[in-house]
């Protein structure tokens, strides 16, 4: 059973950036298509970014798109979301999965608050 560890977050203004960073363990993902998730208070989960086995293939939500940069490293089972021009409606926990079925757990998640 594959576990997720998400990590990166923080407190940071408004266009300001962070980087993400998904851990695997306890199996591999070098072969499955992975993505970023996230969950503001009182919503639904949502769909952020998704990257291809071998990173040719990238797909981004429009809230996010040419703003956040998908990527991966299967040689050290990780996957990260670069996160530029952050807006307070990008305040949310932040998690990764499988994509687009996910592994039927998640992880606990990395908080990220923008501030205006």
């Known amino acids: 059973q594959v576990q997720l560890v998400e990590s990166g977050g923080g407190l940071v203004q408004a266009g300001g950036s962070l980087r993400l960073s998904c851990a695997a363990s306890g199996g591999t993902i070098s072969r499955i298509s992975m993505g970023w998730f996230r969950q503001a208070p009182g919503k639904e989960r949502e769909f952020v970014a998704s990257?291809?086995?071998?990173?040719?293939?990238?797909s981004y939500a429009d809230s996010v798109k040419g703003r956040f940069i998908i990527s991966r490293d299967n040689a050290k089972k990780t996957v990260s979301l670069q996160m530029n021009s952050l807006k307070p409606e990008d305040t949310a926990v932040y998690y990764c999965n499988r994509f687009p079925t996910d592994f039927g757990s998640w992880g606990q998640g990395t908080q990220v608050t923008v501030s205006s």
């Open positions: 990257v291809n086995w071998n990173g040719a293939g990238r």
